[in-house]
């Protein structure tokens, strides 16, 4: 059963560019999740989706930042425009259901990289 | 602003020795849980203990919670160098995790 896997591994994009990662969770999982993560922090939630549905959006900037998850296919984390500050590594993480009891298991991320 | 804090933000030891990491956080909790993120690697689900649990085991590791204190800790015995990584945990309200800034773990040999 293949775990988490996410690609581009690494992407370089030049200021105004766009940015299109792509997440595809472990089979039976239905339950997606966004992080990001600047050097020597943490991982900050951005959106979390559900099947054709986002959830929780809370994290993600309300502009240039989308995220969808259709029926067939990966789930996309696109952001539009990018600028340098968006460099950093984008988590994608999986759960067969919802976060209150279940561990979630993660891709190893794609680091974006804005000239 | 994050759920955990960790601490001690760094931790250097020596192979064979015990390390222990702590964990405060704020709200009320489903779950807390742990995981190991190595250099360039996703994160990897290390122990899920419950809120209405105390103390869970795993092999070498074994995770107190306290929610009195709103504090866990993680202990991990007899180190190895493998055990070189960052450890964050994390905080499971209804719908999803938040972690806090990690502890840096160093294993000399």
């Known amino acids: 059963n293949a775990g988490v896997m996410q690609n581009p591994r690494h992407l370089v994009r030049r200021r105004g560019q766009e940015a299109r990662l792509r ?9 997606v999740y966004w992080y990001r993560q600047l050097p020597e922090e943490g991982l900050k939630f951005m959106v979390y989706l559900q099947k054709e549905n986002i959830i929780d959006e809370s994290g993600m900037p309300k502009e240039r930042f989308s995220a969808e998850f259709p029926k067939e296919g990966p789930s996309i984390l696109r952001i539009q425009q990018v600028v340098r500050g968006d460099s950093a590594a984008y988590f994608c993480a999986s759960s067969p259901r919802g976060a209150r009891d279940q561990p979630q298991h993660f891709g190893d991320g794609t680091r974006l990289s804005i000239l | ?37 190595n250099s360039g690697r996703g994160l990897v689900h290390l122990i899920l203990i419950r809120s209405n649990e105390r103390e869970k085991h795993s092999g070498r590791l074994r995770v107190t919670l306290d929610t009195s204190k709103k504090s866990s800790s993680l202990l991990i015995t007899a180190s190895r160098a493998a055990d070189t990584a960052s450890y964050f945990c994390a905080t499971a309200g209804a719908q999803k995790l938040v972690f806090g800034q990690g502890t840096r773990l160093t294993i000399n040999p």
């Open chain 1, 23 to 31: 997440c595809s969770p472990m089979k039976g999982h239905s339950h």
């Open chain 2, 1 to 37: 602003s994050q759920q955990g804090e960790e601490d001690p933000q760094a931790l250097s030891i020596q192979e064979g020795e015990n390390a222990t990491m702590n964990c405060s956080y704020k709200t009320s909790i489903n779950n807390l849980q742990w995981y190991r993120q």
